[in-house]
């Protein structure tokens, strides 16, 4: 295969024969002389005139017409292979999950991403991975969300973060991550593919599978679980661990049982607390790790569209806009320049043409996160807007220090949101301009946010470094962005569960935490990952470490 890159107005790409037309000329060859091509990469560059920037494939080879097949049969053939690839080799990958299995049982805690793939990766090396998930599957998970949007009561063990398919499943389906180094990217996408996502998850640079779509997708991979020798336990709670020796051997369950395995992998995701309350509990070695903390920014997305397109003659063929924005900030207006004072302000889980959800765990919280379907076509956009928070930041308010004095900050939080939206789950709002301008709103702006929206002093919840930090931010991103600070604008609090604020410790070669080996510590829930590609790649390592292990035993 022959490489190269070439940029395509979005008229260009909707047209097959102009796609051809540039990929010739970028070759120097004439259009009937090219020889069969694919689009590998794509993205859309909005810096002038958007483009989309794509990477191509071409065969290498010569089309000789005299043989078995003429040349348009045999250039069909290979456009026919091409087009399949990606189908084919996830395939392949599949078909490893279907031969016997050893002795070697892999308890997982959590049928996340990094769950998922880490039992889908245990199948592969003949393990059995038993699988231990708190919430409801997927198809029962969905009835106790729309429950919650319509009671406002909270199901602690089924919600928007809880239950198959984590916390991802009903928040987008973002596949973009830059932990290229932590594995095989491209190994993820694929079976994603291959279990019923939409094979442009392979060629789009941020790619996006839909949260109308991932439903089906996670059951899909319970199947091929299931059927190649897995075993799942859904409404079962840990509540402890099997420990003998030094070594964890299992775990207790709510109702009391004990399950055993060979080897724990421990992937609850970032909102699991009572997880981490079980590890101050016992003395287990735990860390406080920075998190990020602000609110949801929700824009008219055909304002977003006019605004990265250029005005508003852009292009109907091009998809709803979205934005990457970043910015360092200095906190109280320090003048002094110093680093302690310096906070990164951060655009988080953009999601174009989507919806504001509720996304607390328990009661007496109010947390917001965004999602879209896959046609990204509501009409909003928004994007979570955080500032970076450490352990310094809260000196002045948590006089001691501990591995949970930023969890326990995160919740004083929520719990202030909570509040200040009539102790329910109705979303704290406020309109961007009034938020800058340190002053209550008299009136809202419409909002897709699944619940109401009450009118609140946002910049009186949140904590005064936060809100210092966010109207620095917001007027950088509007430098960045004009018209980013609009009238139409509205901020929706509060964005608080971007990662987990507490680590659980692994050594770096075995992957194991250093009290307790035989569990591997794993994904956001243990602060080794941020999103569902990068869990499912800490997922797949914690596997392959414990086959490792194994094999030398």
């Not at 029962?140 to 991802?168: H, M, Q, Y």
């Not at 109907?316 to 002094?336: D, F, I």
């Not at 709002?429 to 699944?450: G, H, T």
């Not at 950088?476 to 901020?491: C, H, N, P, Q």
Request: contains cysteine; neutral net charge; charged residues 25%.
């Amino acid at each position: 295969m022959k490489q190269l890159q070439i940029d395509l107005i979005p008229e260009e790409y909707a047209s097959p024969s102009s796609v051809r037309r540039a990929v010739a000329q970028a070759m120097g060859v004439r259009e009937d002389e090219l020889e069969p091509f694919r689009i590998t990469r794509r993205s859309i560059d909005c810096r002038r005139r958007p483009l989309y920037h794509c990477t191509v494939e071409v065969e290498s080879g010569k089309w000789h017409p005299e043989g078995e097949l003429n040349t348009l049969e045999k250039k069909k053939n290979v456009v026919k292979k091409v087009e399949n690839d990606a189908k084919q080799t996830a395939a392949a990958d599949l078909s490893t999950f279907h031969f016997p299995l050893s002795t070697k049982q892999v308890l997982i805690v959590g049928a996340g991403p990094a769950g998922l793939f880490a039992a889908l990766r245990a199948l592969q090396l003949g393990m059995k991975p038993i699988i231990v998930e708190r919430g409801k599957p997927v198809e029962e998970r969905k009835k106790d969300i729309v429950s919650l949007v319509r009671t406002k009561e909270v199901n602690p063990d089924s919600n928007w973060c809880f239950g198959e398919g984590g916390a991802g499943t009903y928040s987008d389906g973002k596949l973009y991550t830059r932990s290229t180094k932590r594995g095989d990217v491209s190994q993820v996408l694929r079976l994603f593919v291959e279990h019923g996502a939409d094979p442009d998850i392979m060629v789009d640079v941020h790619a996006h599978i839909g949260t109308d779509r991932l439903p089906a997708i996670i059951a899909s991979m319970r199947k091929t679980i299931t059927e190649a020798g897995g075993e799942y336990h859904f409404n079962t709670r840990v509540t402890d661990l099997i420990v003998k020796d030094g070594r964890v051997c299992g775990v207790v369950t709510a109702a009391g049982d004990e399950i055993e395995a060979d080897a724990v992998i421990l992937a609850t995701g970032h909102s699991a607390r009572d997880i981490y309350e079980l590890f101050t509990r016992r003395g287990w070695l735990l860390e406080a790790k920075p998190f990020a903390l602000g609110v949801r920014v929700e824009h008219p997305q055909e304002l977003i569209n006019e605004i990265q397109y250029h005005g508003k003659n852009y292009s109907k063929l091009l998809p709803p806009a979205t934005y990457s924005l970043t910015t360092q900030v200095y906190s109280n207006n320090q003048t002094t320049r110093q680093s302690s004072n310096q906070h990164g302000v951060f655009s988080f889980c953009m999601c174009p043409g989507g919806v504001i959800v509720p996304a607390a765990t328990a009661g007496g919280q109010q947390v917001v996160n965004g999602m879209s379907n896959a046609a990204r076509n509501s009409g909003f956009a928004n994007s979570g807007i955080a500032v970076t928070v450490g352990s310094e930041d809260i000196s002045s308010i948590s006089r001691e220090s501990s591995p949970t004095s930023l969890l326990d900050f995160q919740k004083s939080v929520e719990r202030r949101a909570f509040e200040a939206a009539g102790n329910t789950i109705d979303a704290p709002s406020q309109r961007l301009v009034d938020f800058l301008r340190r002053k209550p709103s008299s009136r809202l702006n419409k909002s897709n946010y699944m619940g109401h929206c009450v009118s609140a002093p946002l910049h009186e919840i949140l904590p005064d470094f936060v809100v210092d930090c966010l109207i620095q931010g917001f007027k950088d991103f509007d430098r960045k962005m004009r018209g980013f600070i609009t009238e139409e604008a509205s901020l929706l609090a509060v964005e608080s569960r971007t990662s987990s604020p507490v680590r659980i410790p692994r050594d770096k070669e075995t992957l194991q935490h250093p009290q307790l080996q035989g569990l591997y510590p794993c994904g956001e829930g243990a602060g080794y990952a941020g999103g569902i590609v990068s869990s499912a790649l800490d997922g797949i390592r914690c596997v392959e470490a414990i086959g490792m292990l194994h094999s030398r035993q």
